[in-house]
């Protein structure tokens, strides 16, 4: 008699890597680096490890031969995201990124996360983001609220304007919270606000 199949299948204990293959090899590897503050752990010129914390390698490019260009129109990945651990980090970070020539294409506040998204060279989406809420136990009773159905996009907003009110010392849970702007379907284009008045300090 054949046993019986587990009802479910045995998860894993962590995400531990994503590979990116390229024809923009040194560009790709060169990015990545700077955008993650990664370390190289090897590069032998076709193929590169990068890591920015305990694990060997998060990061891996692939450089083989003869790729086309990535159609961006085709079915595939949407976007890697990464968390950071609060505001402050999440928006150095980024003011750290802009003094690089490194500038997100779309900043949004979900309501579960502020978010910030960038383009690598090949125009596979990074998404770096914090959590908006303490635990997992209220991000997910916010998804399940009126206002996460009527929008489960969010709103968006200018990076500078965030960077200057966490550095003006505003409560973050005030930053967090998203504004209530009534149902949204869809998303159409995605673009960041003009600057409000605000100076960047």
Excluded at 76 to 95: E, K, M, P, Q, V
Excluded at 185 to 200: M, Q
Aim: glycine letters at 6%.
């Amino acid at each position: 008699m054949a046993p019986t199949p587990p009802s479910k299948v045995t998860s894993p204990v962590k995400l531990a890597h994503v590979v990116l293959q390229t024809n923009k090899y040194k560009e790709m590897v060169d990015f990545w680096t700077t955008f993650l503050g990664a370390k190289v752990v090897l590069d032998n010129g076709f193929l590169a490890f990068l890591t920015y914390d305990d694990e060997h390698h998060r990061i891996a490019i692939a450089g083989p031969p003869g790729l086309k260009n990535k159609d961006p129109t085709s079915s595939g990945l949407s976007h890697i995201a990464f968390t950071f651990a609060d505001l402050n980090s999440l928006t150095t970070a980024y003011a750290q990124r802009k003094d690089q020539g490194i500038e997100p294409f779309w900043c949004i506040n979900h309501g579960t996360t502020t978010s910030m998204y960038y383009h690598d060279p090949d125009g596979n989406e990074i998404e770096t983001q914090i959590d908006n809420f303490e635990d997992n136990q209220e991000a997910t009773k916010y998804m399940m609220s009126p206002a996460f159905v009527q929008n489960p996009f969010g709103v968006e907003f200018n990076p500078d304007d965030l960077l200057f009110r966490v550095r003006s010392g505003e409560d973050p849970m005030s930053i967090k919270k998203r504004p209530d702007i009534g149902p949204r379907s869809r998303l159409t284009e995605r673009t960041i606000p003009p600057p409000s008045l605000a100076p960047v300090l």
